[in-house]
């Protein structure tokens, strides 16, 4: 079985079901975001041996605080079933879940979510807490973390690195010389 051609379809699917695999396919979605200029993470989900959705990251784009690429992928994909229940899919996501990602996720029963870079500060998969297994709610998700931890990771570190560089290039192009620009 192969997938359908992600994207720009130039490799060829080699251990199509693997984590790894997968993962990459979302990795894709975060280079998506980045070519946007948006905060790189892509998301996809996967049903069977099918992948149902795929997203990025679109806050700036869509000027919402809550298109993350989970948010956009689990519309995609209740859509692409035509119910809400996600409960035999399982969502692969560059970075750890937000707090508002892994509520929606419970929402939806998503049965695993497979991260790459962790969030201690703020991922609610682990990494700050964990809302994809709270006991007392009505639906847990098992976690995989950290497959293809490293280049989710670089692909956000290049994101800001290239930010801030674009903002310390600006401020320095506002100097009194330039008063009409401050
Ligand atoms: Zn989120």
Redesign the pocket.
């Known amino acids: 079985m192969v997938f359908p051609t992600p994207d720009d379809g130039a490799d060829a699917p080699i251990e199509f079901s693997s984590d790894t695999f997968l993962m990459e396919q979302a990795l894709r979605q975060a280079r998506r975001a980045f070519q946007a200029g948006e905060v790189p993470?892509g998301a996809i989900i996967v049903q069977g041996s099918t992948i149902i959705a795929r997203a990025h990251n679109q806050v700036e784009t869509l000027r919402d605080a809550?298109a993350?690429?989970?948010?956009l992928a689990l519309s995609q994909a209740q859509e692409a079933l035509g119910d809400w229940r996600l409960t035999d899919c399982d969502l692969y996501v560059t970075k750890e879940?937000?707090?508002?990602?892994?509520g929606?996720i419970v929402h939806c029963r998503i049965r695993r979510v497979i991260f790459g870079v962790g969030d201690s500060k703020g991922g609610a998969a682990g990494g700050l807490l964990n809302l994809l297994q709270q006991p007392t709610l009505n639906h847990r998700s098992e976690i995989t973390p950290g497959v293809l931890e490293a280049e989710s990771l670089a692909i956000l570190q290049s994101f800001f690195r290239a930010a801030r560089e674009a903002a310390k290039e600006k401020r320095s192009n506002l100097g009194p010389e330039n008063p009409e620009l401050s």
């Open positions: 993470v809550t993350h690429a989970e948010m879940p937000c707090p508002m990602c892994a929606a």
